[in-house]
């Protein structure tokens, strides 16, 4: 590992910047990259919450948007590239030639930004690494031709073709073949790479016998069509499923982990989102790191790690991450980014005290006003209490507070908490005393019921006196054992 490298470390940001920090990545640093970029599929992606009756909530969050158009920053970023030297002229050549093939569209746009940051992560790959490029028909055949571009086409080891599940519900409905699987392009940097061909056999089926004999006892040698492995949201009740729509199952990212590196090795996952590929690589004594542009994913992360891992990770907020705001000068800055400071400020303050957000085209009725929530154990029967959660970045006043309450009756919730990263003023807290308390037996103490705290004052560590979290609460993780057993994947007969 170079020298000062961080690892076990989330990074909060774009990641082309990111990735061309040499001082954050120096060449030839990382052993395994798995990669499960947007696919350029023009959708809205959500963070779906789950109702206790195990269906979609209509509390949806937005997570990313996998729309590409021909802007300034794509022709800057192509300038980069063909004239700018960001990558070799052999690449700058290709790309300069799809340009005349596929003018300035949507493609075009998606493929100049994903061949700069592929450019970097071959400068980052170990010479003895290897990478996974997750893809689907919307861009891959294109993507194999920048890949064989930057790596070499002597360099492409396998096309895997991942079946994610089985054919019901709506997608038996196409009036076409029915879609239904996903593509790994797995590349190496050269010709000598880890391969863990022990890992890669699966058992004989039941019963198995072989004519004469002689089987081999390590089972059968997996192929490049993975068929074994679902994914999440097949399963109706699977317990991995986050709410993440991209998520992908953890037994396939245990499995690139396991056989394409080694416990210690470093493994780079740059589009994180929900962090399957971190947790895998925890769960298996690896060393890794995650990127990813929002602090709603970095929040969702961390979440995961914690219950995943309570034992190494104890408390989320510790586990560290670069690029969130670390002073009140900073935390100004990200709610005046453009195009969704206010937004990104609102993920990243609720993450300071554990908070899930709620959808803003929701807010209507009792959830008017409320930005978050945090549910309780309020008794001993184990009915559930619940926070509702202000976030303020703008002008802060009496009124907002008074808000509040009105809110939390409506809700029919016992505490509020108002953050707000401008100062509190004295009819504020005036407004907040006058609430009262929240008189708790079960956990034998009297918290007040409104409760404000500054974002100076989260940075400092000061948090607002809450009951503990719920331990079910709406954002689940499936916990893992930390010896890397892998977790049992149940098939759900009426799943669709």
Request: aromatic residues 10%; proline residues 6%.
């Amino acid at each position: 590992m170079a020298a000062g490298m961080e690892t076990n470390v989330i990074y909060c940001g774009d990641n082309l910047p990111i990735l061309r920090n040499r001082d954050y990545f120096p060449d030839n640093s990382v052993h395994l990259i798995y990669l499960d970029p947007p696919f350029n599929s023009k959708k809205e992606y959500n963070l779906i919450y789950t109702e206790k009756s195990g269906e979609p909530s209509q509390a949806q969050v937005k997570a990313f948007s996998d729309f590409w158009r021909w802007d300034d920053a794509a022709e800057r970023t192509y300038a980069e590239i063909v004239s700018g030297g960001a990558a070799p002229p052999t690449v700058a050549e290709l790309i300069g030639a799809l340009r005349q093939g596929l003018d300035e569209s949507d493609m075009m746009a998606y493929l100049v930004m994903m061949t700069a940051r592929l450019v970097e992560l071959r400068r980052v790959l170990r010479d003895d690494g290897s990478l996974y490029l997750h893809c689907d028909p919307a861009a891959g055949h294109y993507l194999k031709i920048v890949m064989d571009r930057i790596f070499g086409p002597n360099r492409f080891r396998r096309e895997v073709i991942w079946r994610s599940g089985w054919v019901s519900g709506f997608k038996s409905a196409a009036r076409n073949w029915v879609r239904n699987h996903d593509t790994l392009l797995y590349y190496t940097k050269s010709d000598s790479f880890t391969f863990e061909k022990d890992k890669a056999y699966m058992p004989h089926p039941e019963r198995y016998e072989r004519r004469g004999g002689g089987g081999n006892p390590k089972g059968v040698a997996m192929d490049d069509v993975w068929t074994d492995i679902y994914s999440p949201w097949i399963m109706s009740f699977s317990k991995e499923k986050l709410g993440y729509q991209t998520q992908k199952p953890l037994a396939l990212l245990r499995r690139v982990i396991e056989v394409s590196s080694e416990p210690g090795d470093i493994v780079l996952d740059p589009f994180c989102g929900c962090g399957t590929a971190v947790i895998a690589a925890q769960a298996l004594g690896r060393r890794w790191i995650g990127i990813d542009i929002t602090h709603l994913a970095v929040a969702l992360i961390r979440e995961r790690l914690h219950r995943s891992f309570k034992a190494t990770f104890p408390d989320p907020r510790k586990i560290p991450v670069i690029g969130e705001p670390v002073d009140l000068n900073g935390a100004k800055a990200l709610a005046e980014m453009e195009p969704d400071g206010r937004e990104q400020f609102q993920w990243w303050a609720l993450s300071l005290v554990g908070v899930h957000p709620i959808a803003s085209e929701k807010k209507r009725g009792a959830d008017k006003g409320i930005d978050g929530l945090r549910t309780f154990v309020a008794d001993k029967t184990g009915k559930v209490g619940t926070i509702v959660v202000q976030v303020k970045s703008g002008h802060v006043s009496a009124t907002q507070v008074r808000d509040l309450k009105g809110t939390m009756g409506r809700r029919g919730a016992p505490m509020g908490l108002f953050i707000t990263l401008n100062p509190l003023t004295k009819p504020m807290n005036e407004e907040a005393v006058s609430a009262g308390f929240y008189e708790s037996e079960f956990w034998g103490k009297r918290f007040r019921q409104v409760q404000i705290v500054t974002i100076q004052d989260l940075l400092k560590g000061k948090l607002p006196d809450l009951p503990p979290v719920a331990p079910e609460d709406v954002m689940k993780a499936h916990a893992i054992d930390e010896k890397a057993k892998q977790p049992k994947l149940i098939v759900e007969a009426d799943a669709g």
